[in-house]
């Protein structure tokens, strides 16, 4: 039988159990989105090395000139995690706070290539408006299915054009100079870059060009709902051009990958 302080203690329980629960749930919520989850597709872009017989071409995974590892680490460096996203699907989203798209496969890469569906076009686009950030990474169209992706990416107010701008001969690489670059943040202390075959991108509904060639925009960003869209014209810093492996010392590619990157964190942060 309960008595005087007991009796006290045990009518305050459950209230302090809810403070408790509160408590910890706050905790809970507050570690899962110290850390952000950067997730790299690999379903519309899913080549597979005919040497090796395993998945590359601008994976987390790829170490080779043709990887995005070194963009991969410098997430990291910043405090993030990566992971790698196969199907687009509501559940698989929900895990990633940044989503980076890049080069969706064409039948001459892919003999069975994941194309966009309707409902993958939906899971995306609503994802986004719900706060997601979402990077587009495309290619000219001889190295990427632009229709398909322009399927997703006219949601947004961008749709990349059937174009090569800034074809490179050898290693003539001012060929694939841009030197009046803007005032942006992706541009803060970065004089030059370095992007080859680029496609450009006409844009609508509120987008903004970041970078143009001609008038045109190479780089586009827009607000979508309590999301945000970055659009490139080209792959452009995976590891053989984000370094000067091969790139003379005047191409700041590296300067402007870790502002691109800083930029997509600070805009996950923001809901």
């Known amino acids: 039988m309960l008595k005087g302080n007991s009796i006290k203690l045990y009518q305050t329980f ?11 749930t706050i905790a809970c919520c507050f570690g899962t989105q110290a850390q952000i989850v950067v997730g790299l597709d690999n379903w519309y872009n899913a080549e597979v090395s005919p040497e090796t017989g ?12 043709s ?38 496969d064409s ?7 994941n194309f966009f569906r309707p409902q993958d076009i939906v ?21 990427c299915a632009l229709s398909g992706l322009n399927k997703l990416t006219s ?6 054009n059937n174009v090569m701008l800034h074809p490179v001969v050898n290693n003539q690489y001012d060929m694939g100079a841009y030197t009046s670059l803007p005032d942006h943040p992706v541009f803060k202390g970065v004089q030059k870059i370095y992007m080859k075959e680029v496609a450009s991108i006409d844009i609508s ?12 925009a190479v780089i586009a ?51």
Not at 125 to 143: Q, S, Y
Not at 155 to 160: D, K, P, Q, S, T
Not at 205 to 216: F, H, R, Y
Not at 239 to 253: A, G, K, Q, V
């Open 14 to 24: 459950p209230t302090m159990l809810r403070i408790i629960t509160s408590i910890l």
């Open 54 to 65: 395993y998945p590359y071409h601008y994976l987390w995974s790829d170490t080779d000139d």
């Open 67 to 104: 990887g995005y590892s070194r963009w991969g680490d410098l997430f990291k460096s910043k405090g993030a995690s990566i992971v790698r996203v196969y199907k687009p699907d509501v559940e698989s989203l929900l895990q990633i706070n940044v989503y980076i798209i890049v080069d969706p």
């Open 107 to 113: 039948v001459a890469e892919n003999p069975k290539p």
């Open 123 to 143: 899971n995306i686009t609503n994802w986004v408006k719900d706060g997601g950030v979402l990077v587009i990474m495309a290619n000219d169209g001889k190295h």
């Open 155 to 160: 949601n947004f107010g961008m749709v990349f």
């Open 205 to 216: 509904k509120g987008c903004k060009a970041v970078l143009t060639d001609n008038s045109k």
């Open 221 to 271: 960003e827009c607000q979508y709902g309590n999301g945000f869209v970055f659009a490139v014209g080209d792959p452009w810093i995976y590891n053989e051009y984000i370094d000067h492996d091969r790139l003379p010392e005047s191409f700041e590619n590296r300067k402007a990958a870790e502002n691109l990157t800083e930029y997509l964190l600070m805009k996950a942060k923001i809901k």
